[in-house]
């Protein structure tokens, strides 16, 4: 995986669809993390029920959308959740990895 930045401290992947009403939701989330924790956090969002996104999902082997995905900053998974994911309880999975 290439990370854009040796502040990153943390990979959030978003695997979802525009077409799904909570992965739209969760696209204001991804945009406020982006916002408030710059290069710590490198934020992905993948359309999995698209042609070019469809192959995500079976990669992180996903059995619901939305799913989030964090990555440590050696790429390793650390934490998973299904469903809208509030940005309240986000930012603690993210404090977990150091990102302040």
Not at 35 to 57: L, M, S
Not at 61 to 72: E, G, M, S, W, Y
Request: with cysteine; hydrophobic share 35%; proline share 4%.
């Amino acid at each position: 995986m290439d990370l854009e930045s040796n502040d990153t401290k943390v990979t959030f992947i978003e695997l979802g669809s525009v077409k799904c009403i909570p992965c739209c939701k969760m696209l204001k989330v991804i945009k406020s993390v982006e916002k408030k924790y710059g290069d710590q956090v490198h934020t992905i969002f993948y359309d999995v029920w698209t042609e070019e996104g469809k192959p995500y999902a079976e990669t992180y082997k996903i059995k619901a959308i939305p799913t989030q995905v964090f990555l440590d900053e050696n790429g390793k998974e650390y934490f998973r959740h299904e469903g809208f994911f509030p940005e309240e309880e986000l930012t603690i999975v993210l404090k977990q990895q150091g990102v302040n």
